[in-house]
């Protein structure tokens, strides 16, 4: 029996359920940082077994698509995926797909078993939490009608694009960065797009006022109906009581006919493990420098964590969670040095994206706590970029089609050099030029 099983290639279908099959890491979330930090550790010699585990069915994909080009159809899915099933293989790293952990039973040495839906058991010596976050859900009368979406994985994305062909009107709810993105995706698929923002602004705090009020008028003059200050009542089927959405009536009595209603008001952290392990918990699993969690063992990664600013003079104790591609990768890096037994810091300055119809948006830096802006715009090429300043020293850019100044700022803040606001000031100016070393 034994010499059987340990014939057998170690696959998830090979072991029953409940029969230890490894004990190494255990890395729970198989998306960006998951798949980032099993790389990063093989690259750094870990030669632990690894178990990538998720509970969506599909292989580990990449989600920026789902908004822009695969929604638009203009991406295969296969092309989203991050790894072949041959790169794992030959890692020696156990992608389990599926399976949803309910519960971890842990040690005071951390190792321990978690628990998934399905019944079975995963051991491990070290603990990966790397299970991102959800779509905040708006709890309104009509909520659960067929056509009510949501845009966070994959499979939201594929009920997303099987509606689209049958919808003329689509309402999409919150004016983010993802709600945007999905209406200048569909608004580009022929339909009729209109956008409610609950808030005065669009994009929240994530940009500045200037950077807000610029996607506003350039969506706007682009033909998407936004509306700030506006907010949902109810979603309505037909009149003859159908399953389907059929229209968004407003708090003000507005009605708008709506085939589908797409929710972007969000994310929620996947907290729920982190707290029954008795983790600290504050907007996130509230982790160190070095992406541990308060047991000191346990490393949380990504959109799930909430860290230490890594930006290079951030006010001390000032703590963050971010929700990008470049944070889960970075960050990723991070918990593979700890858990090889090295202490990285976080390396680089954070920055996002945002492709929205022609609109290329680049963030460099944080622009929490910023005292001044300058403003660089180029109508004739489109061109438009905020600089944010926290007491002389620049700290952040909001980048729109201008790739050369958001390169210059982020080069400029990773070598902790600055760019004097008043020479930044002329749009003809390359920022890279007049770097300086204070
Ligand atoms: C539509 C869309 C567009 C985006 N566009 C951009 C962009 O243009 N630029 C950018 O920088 N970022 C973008 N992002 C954000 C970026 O994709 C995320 O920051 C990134 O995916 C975070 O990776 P993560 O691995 O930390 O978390 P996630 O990607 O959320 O992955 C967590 C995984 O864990 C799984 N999981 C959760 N709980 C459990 C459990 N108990 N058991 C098993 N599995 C579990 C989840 O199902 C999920 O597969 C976009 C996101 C979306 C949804």
């Known amino acids: 029996m034994g010499t059987q099983a340990a014939e ?21 979330g198989a998306s960006q940082s998951g ?17 990538l585990l998720g509970d969506e069915d599909h292989r580990p994909y990449q989600r920026p698509a789902l908004s822009k080009e695969f929604l638009q159809g203009t991406v295969e899915s296969e092309s989203l995926i991050f790894r072949s099933n041959d790169y794992w293989a030959e890692h020696n790293v156990e992608l389990v797909k599926g399976e949803y952990i309910v519960r971890i039973d842990k040690d005071a040495d951390g190792s321990g078993v978690a628990h998934a839906s399905s019944g079975r058991e995963f051991p491990f010596k070290r603990l990966a939490l790397t299970v991102g ?8 009368d009509g909520g659960d009608l067929d056509g009510v979406l949501y845009l966070r994985n994959a499979d939201d994305a594929l009920a997303l694009k099987a509606r689209v062909g049958d919808a003329t009107d689509v309402v999409v709810i919150g004016g983010g960065f993802i709600g945007l993105e999905a209406a200048s995706s569909l608004q580009k698929m022929g339909k009729n797009v209109t956008v409610l923002e609950f808030g005065p602004r669009l994009v929240g705090r994530a940009v500045g006022e200037e950077t807000a009020e610029y996607f506003l008028q350039a969506h706007r003059s682009r033909g998407l109906d936004i509306r700030l200050n506006t907010s949902a009542a109810r979603f309505t089927s037909n009149a003859d009581g159908g399953a389907s959405v059929a229209a968004v009536e407003l708090q003000d009595g507005t009605v ?28 996130g699993v509230v982790v160190d420098r070095f992406a541990l969690a308060s047991d000191g063992s346990t490393v949380a990664v990504g959109d799930v964590a909430n860290m230490p600013n890594p930006v290079p003079g951030s006010e001390p104790g000032e703590r963050i969670r971010l929700e990008s591609v470049n944070n889960a990768i970075e960050h990723a890096k991070v918990a593979a040095y700890s858990l090889t037994g090295r202490h990285e810091e976080y390396a680089g300055i954070p920055w996002f994206w945002s492709n929205q119809a022609d609109l290329k948006l680049q963030i460099a830096g944080l622009c929490n706590g910023f005292d001044a802006t300058v403003l660089r715009r180029d109508e004739e090429r489109g061109k438009f970029s905020v600089l944010y300043y926290r007491q002389g020293r ?8 201008a790739p050369l100044d958001f390169m210059a700022v982020k080069n400029a803040l990773a070598k902790g050099r600055n760019i004097p606001a008043d020479a930044a000031a002329d749009p003809a100016t390359q920022l890279k030029t007049i770097t300086t070393d204070s």
């Open 133 to 140: 976050a959800r779509a905040r859900k708006l709890d309104i």
């Open 35 to 51: 798949v980032q930090l099993a790389v990063s550790l093989r690259a750094l010699g870990f030669d632990e077994h690894i178990t």
């Open 256 to 283: 708008l006919p709506a085939q589908i209603v797409l929710i972007g008001i969000g994310v929620i952290p996947n907290t729920q493990l982190a707290e029954q392990l008795g983790l600290a918990v504050d907007n």
């Open 394 to 401: 620049i700290i952040a850019a909001d980048c729109v089609n």
């Open 8 to 28: 057998q290639p170690a696959s998830a279908t090979t072991h029953p359920a409940s029969v230890p099959a490894h004990t190494g890491l255990l890395i729970i």
